[in-house]
């Protein structure tokens, strides 16, 4: 190649990468706004847990079934008081949904597990539908999110 | 404005009895220097969001948008983060040198805007020799850059300051013989008649009146960012191989300096393109613009060009890889150089058989 060649080669080459840059400029960027947005989740995410606390009998079968012994249950049939999980211990495996006879107790779609303030404890008491984090399905509405969307 | 506060002095009796006369002058000087260096402060905070804007843009990521209306503001929440930083002073480092080297760079890119035109009657000193004074004082920058490379005491530094010499005194031959294409045209150093020959339609800039112009606009700005140390001339500061080049031992304060030394110096040829070959505040069509309106529409329309060569340089940054050191030598002396050469001749030439017009 010769020196003009060359001139004409180094200007032909910048203008392909230019306009390759060009066109990634108009691109519609690919972040999520983390607070604000959410990521999507396919449907079957096992992410918190979603409870349906006037169904549960209290059979205990999910407590049993848990390999790392996280989930508490208070209360007669029908009438819990108290079904707490421990999300330090929890590993979101599933397995407490499949024994459940009454199909009271699912996994959710929310991944979220930060909050804006320091908090006390990890256990998250479903039927008051509060816990230590701003997850909106548990502390912000008791209650509000618990019933399984489909 | 140096001249209109010096001028109340002559005008107000009760000043010339009660004052000192050289006080007049020398408050004309500090506030045109304050504003002058507010603006360009200011501004080059604003190009580094520009920067990190477009860069994400073209990475499709979004860039910052938290700190302030679409993160205009970021640059103060850095500035803030750097203030608060430790200022470290490597032990084996020449103290005394170490610490001066970056305000001469701070003040090389900075007293360059001395002679800018920024609008219409917007010139902190209306000099004659105005270009040739900014390419000059211009190159003290690479005196602070030695002082810091070499003072450092580090291998990446001194290996960053020897490149960066080098290309900096080799890129302003291309720079200056460029830009003479509208000197030798024009016929005067001074900025303000430069783009006062410029006004009427857009044709008139200089880059359309003459191929020999066309040609330096490219050269110049090409030189201009090997000048700067942008990429893909940016081997002096290759982050891959080298850290950050002659700043890589500088803290806090001291590396906000250095930045905005840079980023000053990105505005400054931005406005120098747009001054001396685009028109400066003229718009492209025949307006009077010495008036109040005028000057106000003149001095936006500079800035936005210079924020157009602005873009450019960031997009050319965020596309192209880094040059070989020879390569830059080759390109420098053997393309650029040779060229703008003729660019000049070319220009004599036109001067020589239309009589400069």
Redesign the interface.
Known sequence: MGYLGRIWHGVATTAVGMKLTWRHFFTKPTTIQYPEEGAYFSPYERGLHEFEPDKCISCQLCAKACPVDCIEIVGPKLAVTKYEIDYAKCLFCGLCVDPCPVDCIHMGQQYDLTSFERVEGTKIDFVKGEGPWRTARTSAAPGAGLQREV | MKDYIDGLWSKHAFLQDNLPVGLGYTTGILLACTAVLLLVSLFAGEIVWMERR?A???????GPNRVGPQGLLQFLADGLKLMAKEDIIPSGADRMVFLIAPYIVFAGAFAAFAAMPFGYGLVPADMNFGLFFMLSISSIEVVGVIMAGWASNSKWSILGTMREVAQMISYEMPLAISSLTVVVLAGTLNLTDIVQQQSGWIWSWWVFRSPATFVGFFIFFTAALAALKRAPFDLPEAESELVAGFHTEYTGFRFAIFFLAEYAGMFFFALLTSVLFFGGWHIGVPIDLSTGFGRALGFLVLFGKSAAFLSIMI??R???PRYRVDKVMY?CY??LLPWSVVAVVVAALQVLITGGR
């Open positions: 477009i994400g843009r073209i990475q499709a990521r979004i997009w050319i965020w596309s192209l390109l053997k393309v």
